[in-house]
């Protein structure tokens, strides 16, 4: 990861920059795999509605974590708790993690997701997933973190469904070594 660089816990000041990172990585992401009027129907307005409502409301079980460089300048972020729907307390959830395009395959999205593990380590958090669009080449990041196939479901985005994977991991020993934390 850039030395310039650091990981830390969002706050409420957060929130425009977040949205920012969050829209723009998705207008890059997802720009020839979900419609085009879809994303441009996205606002930063709408998406900072969004997470000043999640910042606002964070419970002592999820953690939210952002890449911020020496200026000040948010890069990336990364936001975790308890897997949504589940019955037990013993699985953890990644539900988001973007990073700004030109900032990708510098080490940065590793930190932070390294930074959420930490606190599923520390709370006995048995194994951890995360889902993402089946046709995302990204999925590769997840797998390079040894993350395996766990189920797969569909889900709407626009006027379109699309099917999702999760990934899971289930030995948290061998994720904290492939982490080297």
Do not use: C, H, P
């Not at 949504?84 to 973007?98: H, M, P």
């Not at 046709?135 to 699309?162: M, P, T, V």
Request: glycine residues 6%; hydrophobic residues 40%; proline residues 0%.
């Amino acid at each position: 990861m850039n030395l310039e660089t650091i990981i830390r816990e969002a706050n409420i000041k957060d929130v425009k920059s977040i949205a920012k990172v969050n829209l723009d990585t998705w207008k890059t992401t997802y720009s020839n795999i979900i419609s085009q009027d879809y994303l441009n129907s996205l606002s930063y307005g709408k998406y900072e509605i969004i997470w000043e409502k999640i910042l606002f409301n964070l419970k002592k079980t999820s953690y939210f974590y952002v890449a911020e460089e020496k200026n000040g300048k948010i890069i990336g972020f990364a936001w975790a708790g308890l897997e949504r729907g589940s019955q037990t307390k013993e699985i953890g959830e990644l539900y988001a993690i973007y990073v700004l395009k030109r900032y990708q395959r510098k080490g940065i999205g590793k930190a932070l997701f390294s930074s959420i593990f930490k606190n599923f380590y520390e709370k006995n958090i048995k194994s951890v997933i995360v889902w993402i669009l089946k046709i995302n080449i990204y999925r590769k990041f997840y797998e390079s973190l040894q993350g395996k196939y766990y189920k797969e479901k569909r889900e709407k985005i626009g006027d379109k469904n699309y099917n999702l994977i999760a990934y899971r991991w289930d030995n948290m020993d061998i994720l904290k070594e492939i982490l080297g934390i």
